[in-house]
């Protein structure tokens, strides 16, 4: 195993190795960096090389990364553990699904072959003969894929949006996150020692972020994951507000849980409820976009849900992941710790507190100056007087617990999130979770239903699986990330292409559809 810590990060830009002027584990610095040069190598460079190829050629590669991350694992997992603080179940929802995201791509790109376009729909007559036609076709954009990612999946936040540009032939530059670069930095200089991709393909800039979007043209595209405060103002940057340049967001999310009200106390479904909830509020500790902040019961259930839950978590263990009887690690800073202490008080100014493992806290091999929070469980019998609830994403190991007297009014409680990524619900009867599904699928990126029969099938409320969209509207950022295929339409542009009928006709060589 080599996970030596480097003294300081480097920068891979333009096919080269730079480092910047500029308790630590490591150093970052983007000063000094040609950024223009970097931006035109990997548009200049590396993407007509990545274009050069076929679909097809493009998802071998992806597999020949898969290949390469897979020799290294058990760097990451240890690099996850020292700079992250996550356990090693925690690690792996970040490392070994950022795999099977680069693998299930891998296989859905070997679909589309030796093809170098994508059609979109059938030919379309335009004259009454049709002999003048149109047809639409998807083709990369000619620019670069920025992604700005967020501190909490350094390993599977670069690579389930790497996976849809590598495969679209659009070159990638990466800003991970400064307090988790580490494992990115990393996990980037492995693929670039295995050569399997064209120099300039896969970059990454530790560091500053300044300047970035400076450089980003009309055919480039942005992809970020934060705050939605960060988000507004890269909006309003002229890159997106005059060059239109695409930008895709993944910011806030207060997401749901939802018990209907046939699963009480005592049935299968209920049980699920309670495990999936305490599950998502420990997992990574709570730092996931995804992770449960309001579980909704009905108000005749929620004494119950709530003591149910308590138990759960009463049996976490928190504190130094390398401790094996540890089972929750630490948040990933003090700084995210005091962030998460500060939105706690916030949110029992209207919620009373049901379950604080912080109260008698006794961390394993870890002290009060940690950055270990245990998980707290707060409750608002009345779900429809909360504000703060239902407004403010703490971003750790906590969520409320949330009454409701009705369907109609937990939709509603729901939809006062203002779009978010995943709401999940919960019955003993698969076809009563229809009209809720269908109701809340206007501010949900994600509807994930669960009766008994797929209790053990399941893939779990925060979990993004590639095959399926993940992103959310309003607060969520309004983007969308994954959903298979789907996916390459973000670094394609569709165009209308109209003529001669042999000319349509002539369009379909080396192109095939790209699946709905």
């Known amino acids: 195993m080599d996970m030596r810590t480097p003294a300081l990060l480097e920068n891979y830009l333009a096919g080269q190795w730079v480092a910047g002027n500029g308790d630590t584990l490591a150093y970052v610095s983007s000063a000094g960096l040609d950024l223009d040069a970097a931006f035109a190598f990997?548009?200049?460079?590396?993407?007509?090389?990545?274009?050069?190829?076929?679909?097809?050629?493009?998802?071998?590669?992806?597999?020949?990364?898969?290949a390469t991350l897979q020799a290294n694992r058990d760097d990451y997992y240890a690099i996850a553990t020292a700079n992250s603080g996550t356990v090693a179940a925690d690690s792996a929802v970040d490392i070994d699904g950022a795999i099977y995201t680069l693998s299930t791509y891998a296989k859905l790109g070997a679909s589309l072959g030796d093809a170098h376009t994508l059609l979109d729909g059938a030919t379309v007559p335009l004259a009454k003969d049709a002999s003048f036609a149109v047809r639409h076709v998807f083709r990369p954009t000619p620019g670069v894929a920025l992604f700005i990612n967020a501190f909490n999946f350094p390993s599977w936040g670069l690579w389930e949006k790497a996976a849809g540009a590598l495969l679209a032939g659009v070159p990638v530059i990466v800003k991970p996150a400064t307090a988790t670069a580490w494992l990115t930095q990393r996990m980037v200089a492995d693929v670039v020692a295995a050569g399997m991709l064209p120099p300039g393909s896969l970059s990454v800039i530790c560091g500053s972020a300044a300047g970035l979007l400076d450089r980003i043209g009309p055919f480039d595209v942005v992809s970020f994951t934060g705050s939605a405060d960060t988000a507004a103002t890269l909006r309003a940057h002229p890159a997106f507000t005059q060059r239109a340049a695409r930008i895709n967001v993944e910011a806030d999310s207060l997401n749901?849980?939802?018990?209907?009200?046939?699963?009480?106390?005592?049935?299968?479904?209920?049980?699920?409820?309670?495990?999936?909830?305490?599950?998502?509020?420990?997992?990574?500790?709570?730092?996931?976009?995804?992770?449960?902040?309001?579980?909704?019961?009905?108000?005749?259930?929620?004494?119950?849900?709530?003591?149910?839950?308590?138990?759960?978590?009463?049996?976490?263990?928190?504190?130094?992941?390398?401790?094996?009887?540890?089972?929750?690690?630490?948040?990933?800073?003090?700084?995210?710790?005091?962030?998460?202490?500060?939105?706690?008080?916030?949110?029992?100014?209207?919620?009373?507190?049901?379950?604080?493992?912080n109260r008698e806290a006794a961390f394993v091999d870890a002290d009060a100056n940690s950055a270990c929070v245990a998980p707290v469980l707060l409750g608002l019998r009345d779900g429809a007087t909360g504000k703060r609830v239902h407004d403010t994403e703490v971003f750790g190991p906590v969520a409320t617990l949330v009454g409701y007297r009705d369907l109609d009014e937990a939709v509603a409680l729901a939809e006062r999130g203002q779009g978010s990524l995943v709401v999940s619900l919960y019955s003993n009867d698969a076809l009563a979770m229809r009209a809720p599904a269908l109701a809340l699928a206007h501010a949900h990126g994600r509807v994930h239903a669960v009766d008994a029969s797929v209790a053990k099938t399941q893939t779990g409320h925060g979990n993004v699986m590639p095959q399926s969209l993940h992103g959310g509207p309003g607060r969520a950022g309004g983007g969308e990330e994954l959903g298979g295929l789907r996916a390459l339409r973000f670094y394609h542009v569709r165009a209308a292409v109209q003529g001669p009928a042999a000319l349509v006709e002539a369009l379909t060589q080396n192109a095939v559809e790209l699946p709905k």
Do not use: W
Not at 46 to 63: D, I, N, S
Not at 303 to 330: C, F, H, Q, W, Y
């Open 256 to 357: 749901s849980a939802v018990l209907l009200p046939d699963a009480r106390p005592g049935t299968p479904v209920f049980d699920q409820f309670v495990r999936e909830v305490a599950r998502e509020m420990t997992v990574k500790s709570g730092q996931k976009c995804t992770a449960i902040r309001r579980a909704m019961v009905p108000v005749e259930h929620f004494d119950a849900a709530a003591a149910a839950i308590a138990e759960r978590l009463a049996k976490t263990v928190v504190g130094n992941p390398r401790n094996a009887s540890v089972t929750m690690g630490s948040l990933v800073s003090l700084a995210q710790k005091r962030a998460v202490l500060d939105g706690i008080a916030q949110l029992q100014t209207e919620a009373e507190t049901l379950y604080d493992g």
């Open 42 to 66: 990997a548009r200049e460079t590396a993407g007509p090389a990545l274009r050069a190829m076929t679909y097809g050629e493009r998802a071998q590669r992806l597999a020949q990364i898969v």
